[in-house]
Nanobody
Framework: VQLQASGGGLVQAGAYLRLSCAAS????????MGWFRQAPGKEREFVAA????????DYADSVKGRFTISRDNAKNTVYLQMNSLKPEDTAVYYC????????????????????WGQGTQVTVSS
C-alpha cells in the first residue's frame, strides 16, 4: 500500500484541520493505521491509531478529546480531525500502515508500522 498525506497548513491556536491519508494499491481495511508527528528537534511520536474495526481507536494523552481518527473505506482514506489546535501541535504529521493486523488490534509504536506516507506540515500560531 502507498500512502499520501495531505491537509496540513498554517492556522491559529484554537482552529481546526482535517488531515487525510489516501491509500492506493491495497484497501485500508486490511491494515491497522496510525498517525504520528515529528516536531523540529524532537523524535517522531504517536498521535492516534485505528484498528481494522472503526470502533477501535487509541490516542496519545496530549491529543485525547481534541483529535479524532477515522476511516472511510469507500474512499480508501484515513482521516485525522484535529480540533482546538495548540502551538505545541506544530509538527510534520505522518500516516502509517501496518500489515498483518488482526481485527481487534491497535498499535502505538513506530516499529509496528512498515509503510509510511510523506508527511504534511501543520503549524499552529499562538
Amino acid at each position: 500500500v502507498q500512502l499520501q498525506a495531505s491537509g496540513g497548513g498554517l492556522v491559529q491556536a484554537g482552529a481546526y484541520l482535517r488531515l487525510s491519508c489516501a491509500a492506493s494499491g491495497r484497501s485500508v481495511t486490511r491494515h491497522c493505521m496510525g498517525w504520528f508527528r515529528q516536531a523540529p528537534g524532537k523524535e517522531r511520536e504517536f498521535v492516534a491509531a485505528i484498528g481494522r474495526s472503526n470502533g477501535n481507536t487509541d490516542y496519545a494523552d496530549s491529543v485525547k478529546g481534541r483529535f479524532t481518527i477515522s476511516r472511510d473505506n469507500a474512499k480508501n482514506t484515513v482521516y485525522l480531525q484535529m480540533n482546538s489546535l495548540k502551538p505545541e501541535d506544530t509538527a510534520v504529521y505522518y500516516c502509517a500502515a501496518r500489515d498483518g493486523c488482526i481485527l481487534t488490534s491497535i498499535y502505538r509504536a513506530l516499529h509496528d508500522y512498515a509503510r509510511w506516507g510523506q508527511g504534511t506540515q501543520v503549524t499552529v500560531s499562538s
